[in-house]
């Protein structure tokens, strides 16, 4: 599933409500430095045509014209969401465009939160850092604690250390919302599983070492390119949530979309 316009939706999404979503990928290709094996929007070589990346002044304007048709229209959205078609911070004009949003969004839409789903990667970039900083809610990927399941279940186009990573999110002061997507199943011939016992508690070390302010747990929601997944049991994602609250003592909040 790819997105073909620079604004899209609203869409109702279970962790942000009424969300508008920003598109700074390509509009009819994919650009990602993962290549998840259960990305909603495919596999990376399938749509590696399309290289077009939209402009900060077409973004701007693209998304000043959508709230102000639904400002006529008193459909304000709870959310504006970058996601899209791939890992929005890899925009060369990322930080600039925050700002634009954040300054539209003050104009037009006070009440909506300005959201970003990232995996992270560019964390360690000050730009990008300083960008998210800004954000109502950077919304931060990390899928599993070991470095061999991330590679298994993301796989990182680049260097990718699970450590290093966190070490970057640590700079947030909590200030984040971290994103886990478990599920279970065989890629490649090989089985893989994040919520195995272990799996979840060295997971559980990495919450407690970020003590991020809000955590989404979820599984898988639509096709997936790799076909042989299972998602979680809403059950199973309630236990993983209860071992969270266990050892929550500074009272993030825990949300859990099966
Ligand atoms: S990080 Fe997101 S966009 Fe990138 S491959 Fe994974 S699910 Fe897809």
């Not at 073909?4 to 509009?27: K, T």
């Amino acid at each position: 599933m790819l997105f073909s316009d620079i604004i899209f939706g609203p869409l109702h999404s279970r962790r942000l409500g009424v969300s508008l979503g920003i598109n700074l990928l390509p509009a009819h290709g994919k650009w990602c430095n993962f290549d998840c094996i259960y990305c909603e929007c495919g596999w990376n070589a399938d749509h590696r045509h399309d290289h077009q990346l939209p402009a900060r002044e077409q973004v701007r304007d693209a998304l000043q014209q959508t709230l102000q048709t639904m400002q006529q229209q008193a459909q304000m959205p709870n959310a504006i969401t970058f996601s899209g078609n791939g890992e929005p911070t890899l925009h060369p004009q990322f930080p600039e465009i925050v700002d634009d949003v954040i300054a539209l969004r003050n104009a037009c839409a006070p009440q909506a939160q300005v959201c970003v789903l990232s995996n992270a990667t560019l964390i360690g970039r000050e730009a990008i850092f300083r960008a998210l900083q800004k954000v109502d809610k950077p919304i931060l990927k990390i899928d599993s604690a070991l470095d061999a399941t991330v590679q298994q279940l993301n796989q990182p186009q680049g260097v990718y250390t699970v450590a290093g990573v966190v070490e970057q999110m640590q700079r947030f002061d909590g200030q984040f919302s971290l994103q886990t997507l478990f599920l279970r199943g065989i890629y490649h011939g090989v089985a893989l599983d994040n919520s195995t016992p272990d799996e979840v508690q060295r997971w559980l070390r990495i919450v407690a070492q970020t003590r991020p302010r809000e955590i989404m747990l979820y599984t898988l929601d639509r096709h997936t390119p790799a076909h042989r997944l299972q998602k979680l049991s809403p059950e199973e994602l309630r236990a993983i949530a209860a071992q969270v609250q266990a050892c929550n003592t500074w009272g993030a909040v825990i949300q859990v979309a099966g």
